[in-house]
């Protein structure tokens, strides 16, 4: 997995600062004042271009879900904020089937929580169903979408008896 840049760069901030920490700590106050010291630069988040996420079953690591995005931009450590998400659910089996694929311009995921929102539009296809809509959620655990406002459903199977 290619961890972004920014990633990189918080981490050697904060292994910076508590090596300055810990080095105030450990020395004697200096008997005359002297000047502060420039304080380390706010690590900037590097969006990370082209990317790529894989998910594995950790009991027999067949893959569960990939997600992908033309540019990312970790907002913290729960937060990845995505811009053209591309969802792609398996059958977490050898078979590796895929079972379904979410497709959005802009959306937010929570990696801990192994789930993605976005305010703008979303695409959900699989073999008998697609739906399009708006303020939507996809929950990979619950293996829930939910969507808030224009939304269209196409179902692609035979619906029997469906109005009787």
Do not use: C
Not at 39 to 64: E, H, M, Q, S, Y
Not at 110 to 137: F, H
């Amino acid at each position: 997995m290619n961890r972004p840049k920014s990633s990189i760069a918080l981490f050697a901030a904060l292994a910076a600062l508590s090596s300055a920490v810990l080095a105030s700590r450990t020395q004697t106050p200096p008997s005359a004042p002297s000047p502060a010291a420039p304080a380390p630069p706010a690590p900037v988040a590097v969006p990370a271009k082209n990317w790529i996420l894989p998910l594995f079953k950790a009991k027999d690591g067949f893959r569960t879900m990939t997600l992908r995005g033309s540019e990312v931009r970790p907002v913290g450590p729960a937060r990845i904020d995505v811009t053209d998400l591309s969802i792609t659910v398996f059958s977490g089996d050898a078979a590796a089937h895929v079972e379904t694929i979410l497709l959005s311009p802009a959306a937010i995921f929570l990696p801990k929580e192994k789930r993605a929102t976005g305010e703008k539009s979303v695409r959900l296809i699989r073999d008998d169903i697609e739906v399009t809509g708006e303020g939507w959620t996809y929950d990979h655990l619950g293996k829930k979408v939910s969507l808030a406002r224009n939304v269209r459903v196409v179902f692609r199977a035979q619906l029997n008896d469906i109005l009787k």
